[in-house]
């Protein structure tokens, strides 16, 4: 009596792994011959017996009963014998992140002599990926017939200027972002008028943003600011009035950098330590 129809079929073949043990391609193609012979010279394992059957005890030509183990493999690398599992090591600590590799959009806040564009413009040329530096001054200068100077009063078209500026720098942040290049904006941002304030940057650009303020002594804004020329320069009064009203950061949570025994390199660096603290764990405002 045959205890079987046909043989096993095989398991799924793994990726990297060889044929299964114990299964031939030879026994999915069955033909004339008897059972137990097969073309060639390599022995065809018989299949398992039918259920409520015992095992035929082993024959002449079927090796020993005991071989010996052999290491188990894969393809053609041995796996090494199992052992022990050892103690799992602890996790490595967290890695601080790299904000020179980072695509960022960086706000840079600060008085009227702070450093504020040199330091955007260094900060900028030295990064590794590609990063523009976007100055509010610089586009609201885009106006030239009715430019309205807020130097000459503070109104109407002076606020309406500057929102349709931040509007711009907003877009072009956005469009540089989205395109894979890193902005770094900046501007006079007070901490005590919504008009100027962080509100607009956020929803212009997006509250991923990250703002940082520069803030140096007073000396040294009016130092700085004397060396200016057009209407880029200020009256020393009114240097003073906006660097106490910028004093309003402080206890902000914002990050500020005082820059006044700094160079723009030195201040550049401190930046970036800022920013990775700023990405791990980011402000609220």
Request: charged share 15%; hydrophobic share 35%.
């Amino acid at each position: 009596m045959q205890h079987a129809v046909g043989s096993p079929l095989p398991p799924p073949h793994q990726p990297g792994h060889g044929p299964a043990t114990g299964w031939s391609p030879a026994a999915h193609h069955p033909g004339p011959q008897n059972a137990g012979t097969h073309q060639g010279s390599v022995p065809v394992p018989p299949p398992p017996p039918a259920p409520g059957y015992p095992a035929p005890p082993p024959g002449p030509g079927r090796g020993p009963a005991s071989a010996p183990p052999t290491p188990e493999t894969t393809g053609h690398v041995p796996l090494p014998p199992g052992g022990p599992v050892a103690m799992p090591m602890a996790p490595p600590a967290p890695t601080v992140p790299d904000p020179a590799g980072t695509t960022l959009a960086v706000l840079l806040i600060g008085p009227a002599g702070a450093g504020k564009t040199s330091v955007a413009k260094y900060w900028a040329d030295h990064r590794r990926v590609p990063t523009a530096h976007i100055s509010l001054d610089d586009v609201r200068e885009w106006v030239r017939s009715g430019f309205a100077d807020p130097q000459s009063g503070w109104n109407d078209n002076s606020e309406a200027q500057y929102r349709l500026a931040r509007r711009t720098c907003g877009f072009a942040a956005r469009n540089f972002l989205a395109n894979g290049i890193s902005c770094i904006l900046d501007d006079a941002v007070f901490p005590d008028r919504p008009v100027v304030g962080l509100g607009g940057w956020k929803r212009h650009v997006g509250p991923g943003l990250l703002p940082v303020v520069l803030l140096p002594g007073l000396d040294i804004v009016l130092e700085r600011n004397a060396e200016r020329s057009g209407n880029r320069r200020l009256s020393d009064e009114e240097v003073a009035r906006i660097h106490g009203r910028m004093a309003g950061w402080y206890g902000s949570g914002l990050p500020i950098i005082d820059n006044s025994q700094l160079d723009v390199p030195e201040t550049a660096r401190i930046l970036d330590d800022v920013l990775a603290r700023s990405i791990a764990s980011p402000p609220q405002w």
